[in-house]
């Protein structure tokens, strides 16, 4: 398995959750690491993404100021920290594999590996 995404689960409006994307060795040394989420009968949108070195990170409008996207080279994974979630913020959250982040971050088609979803749902 070259990515893995955990963390999701069921939290009220206004908390938090943490997201992990478990990746290998292989992986993380070669590839930006981009954040992707689909709400029910929507299509799948771009949230985040960062790069190796330097760290650039890109951040969808509707998220920045509440979500930050980090990495931590020595465990092989990427977090996604989301606070003050909001209902529209439910949907099934991805971590993908592709080339440094830039402005075209949110194609899907950049993307060379991708983990299985984490359910993140925020209702009360």
């Known amino acids: 398995v070259q990515l893995q995404a955990s963390g999701g689960g069921l939290v009220q409006p206004g908390g938090s959750l943490r997201l992990s994307c478990a990746a290998s060795?292989?992986?993380?040394?070669?590839?930006?690491i981009g954040w992707f989420r689909q709400a029910p009968g929507k299509e799948r949108e771009g949230v985040s993404c960062?790069?190796?070195?330097?760290?650039?990170?890109v951040y969808t409008d509707s998220v920045k100021g509440r979500f930050t996207i980090s990495r931590d080279n020595r465990k092989a994974t990427v977090y996604l920290s989301m606070n003050n979630l909001k209902p529209e913020d439910t949907a099934v959250y991805y971590c993908?594999?592709?080339?440094?982040?830039?402005?075209?971050?949110?194609?899907?088609?950049?993307?060379?590996?991708w983990g299985q979803g984490t359910q993140v749902t925020v209702s009360s």
């Open positions: 993908a594999a592709g080339p440094p982040a830039d402005s075209t971050y949110d194609r899907q088609d950049r993307y060379d590996y």
């Open positions: 060795r292989f992986i993380l040394d070669g590839y930006a």
């Open positions: 960062i790069s190796g070195s330097p760290s650039t990170t």
